[in-house]
């Protein structure tokens, strides 16, 4: 991108660049010669090696959907024995945004684990094993946490548990677990969705703030304390609302308006955005402010009513963590009086819908 050296117009980058725009210019049309280039940069290029007659094709190369992932994981696999268990399709399904080397490494790990096991084939319990580390990081079984903080910590994973399992739209629980992971993770929840997903409605947003924040309505439920436990949680529920308000138009208050900064080629951030500067007034910002401070509490409060109704399912789910320390997807159903193979339709037990204000 020329201006953006610090040598002014006689950088070496920018003689590079002005030198390649005038060979591409010098191309006879009917020599049959094909440029091609590949970048994982877009939002740094020069408006001009994209204009017609230079790199007028841009052929984005995303992370692969879930056919995408069966392919490779059938590439990867060939040189695996797997177990006669081994759905790669129900793999491919629970690992949505994995790009090939995740699925490589996964797959790695996952054999390592069957070795480790004396096992003669990698079977489906290795697999899920593996997703786990390469999403949430190693088991930290060795990590000393005090009887309390797993309290906590059980109350607070269930409570993702149960309200992820109310709520209309999100995605299926597939177990719950209080053994310590990564560098700071205490617990863990995966969900997974059933196909891959390229629009989210309101409606679905509003769930997912829900079960974001459920973990800390359940701390304030049960012990009427709140921790640090829901940092992350928040960071990413605070994320999701301000995008709402900010960037996709779903504030009342505000009307279909997106006050987010312009993008550049391939939907990245251009570099005029990234030089900073709001574009919306000191009004806006505490209208904007308030709206997402509404959308929070309001989840947080739909989250704290589903718990309420469904406070002996709390406390007995939290009771099998701290005794078993994992619940699989199929006792979560049973426990909670539905069918372990639950299909689209959600139980209307406890369901409470979001506010029609929200």
């Known amino acids: 991108h ?8 006689h950088d070496e980058r920018e003689q590079t660049l002005n030198q390649l725009l005038v060979e591409m210019d010098g191309f006879d049309p009917r020599t049959g010669v094909i440029i091609m280039s590949a970048t994982n940069r877009p939002e740094i290029l020069d408006p001009a090696l994209l204009r017609p007659g ?26 695996i024995r797997l177990a006669a268990e081994v759905d790669l399709a129900e793999v491919a399904r629970r690992t949505p945004g994995f790009v090939g080397a995740d699925l490589a490494n996964m797959l790695n790990e996952a054999a390592l684990l069957a070795a480790r096991r004396d096992k003669s084939a990698v079977g489906m319990e290795e697999i899920d094993a593996a997703i786990d580390r390469v999403v949430a990081g190693l088991e930290k079984k060795t990590r000393i946490i005090s009887p309390k903080e797993r309290e906590v910590v059980a109350h607070h994973e269930a409570g993702h548990a149960i309200v992820a399992e109310r709520v209309e739209t999100a995605d299926p629980v597939h177990k719950i677990s209080i053994i310590p992971r990564g560098v700071a993770a205490l617990g863990y929840t995966p969900q997974f969705p059933t196909d891959d997903r390229y629009l989210l409605q309101r409606g679905e947003l509003l769930d997912r703030l829900c079960v974001l924040l459920a973990g800390r309505a359940a701390e304030e439920l049960i012990f009427g304390e709140i921790s640090s436990g829901a940092s992350n949680d928040l960071e990413r529920a ?12 779903m504030s009342e208050a505000l009307g279909p308006v997106t006050y987010g900064r ?12 990234m030089e900073g500067g709001r574009m919306y007034s000191e009004a806006t910002a505490r209208v904007m402010d308030d709206e997402v401070r ?7 409060d739909r989250a704290l009513a589903i718990l309420q109704r469904d406070r002996a399912v ?37 369901h409470i819908p979001p506010r029609a204000a929200a």
């Open 2 to 9: 020329r201006g953006a050296g610090l040598g002014g117009g």
């Open 54 to 79: 230079r790199f007028d094709r841009q052929v984005v190369v995303d992370r692969p959907d879930m056919r995408g992932r069966e392919a490779i994981l059938r590439v990867h696999a060939r040189a």
């Open 238 to 249: 605070s994320d999701i609302a301000r995008r709402m308000i900010s960037e996709l138009g």
């Open 262 to 273: 312009p993008r550049g080629p391939f939907a990245l951030e251009s570099r005029d955005s």
């Open 294 to 300: 509404r959308l929070l509490t309001d989840a947080h």
């Open 314 to 350: 709390l406390e007995e789910l939290a009771r099998r963590l701290l005794e078993k320390e994992v619940v699989d997807r199929a006792e979560l159903r049973e426990l909670m009086g539905a069918p372990a193979d639950q299909g689209e339709d959600r139980p209307e037990v406890g």
